[in-house]
Nanobody
Framework: QVQLVESGGGLVQAGGSLRLSCAASGRTFSSYVMGWFRQAPGKEREFVAAIRWSSNPYYADSVKGRFTISKDNAKNTVYLQMNSLKPEDTAVYYC?????????????????????WGQGTQVAVSS
């Protein structure tokens, strides 16, 4: 059983920044693929970013160049630094863990590949 606890959401003006954190339980965190997804009202949950090794993060096109995902294996924590926020980034952001450790550009955005999910944290960007 893996528990994920997100924090860091809030209300910010367009152009501002937020950093989300996700603390995970589990003894083999370094082997997990950690992902961030988001869900806006009335929309499907969508992939934002994922990481297995720090040298090879993955991003959705909509956030590339603005968001940065990082993973601290010593702290069992994954972060999502969000810069240049836009109103369309408004959503509940979820952290997810894929315990298989396997990752590829084809599968990394598939939400059904992830085994555990956090409770979500709200991000609201005002115009």
């Amino acid at each position: 059983q893996v528990q994920l606890v997100e924090s860091g959401g809030g209300l910010v003006q367009a152009g501002g920044s937020l950093r989300l954190s996700c603390a995970a339980s589990g003894r083999t965190f370094s082997s997990y693929v950690m992902g961030w997804f988001r869900q806006a009202p009335g929309k499907e949950r969508e992939f934002v970013a994922a990481i297995r090794w720090s040298s090879n993060p993955y991003y959705a096109d909509s956030v590339k160049g603005r968001f940065t995902i990082s993973k601290d294996n010593a702290k069992n924590t994954v972060y999502l630094q969000m810069n240049s926020l836009k109103p369309e980034d408004t959503a509940v952001y979820y952290c997810a863990a894929d315990l298989s450790g396997s990752v590829s550009p084809i599968t990394v955005g598939n939400r059904y590949k992830y085994d555990y999910w956090g409770q979500g944290t709200q991000v609201a960007v005002s115009s």
